[in-house]
């Protein structure tokens, strides 16, 4: 299967599984306790996407420079730091020591 076979069925299911919802609901809202869960999942992905790019190694698990860029912005988080001084605080952090290592 060539990759552009591919990319047309994974982007034909999610536009099935996205048309799938208001199908199914119509006009309905969604009960209290799976709309609290929805709430969750997009949080919930974007840490495991952190995780991942962060400790993810062609051989397991990888702390390198990326952790401590990551550890740079977390504190430039905790310091009420506006988001461009954290993007700036973990890249130059990275950059820093992937130049120095």
Known sequence: MSVWVAILVVGAGTIA????????????????????????????????????????????VVADARLAGVGAGMLAIALRAPLLVVVAAAAATTALLRAFS
């Open 17 to 60: 599984l996205k048309a799938l919802g208001p199908v199914l609901l119509g006009g309905r809202a969604l009960p209290a306790r799976l709309e609290a869960l929805v709430s969750l999942l997009a949080p919930t992905l974007l840490a495991a996407l952190v995780v991942t790019q962060t400790l993810g190694g062609p051989h397991g």
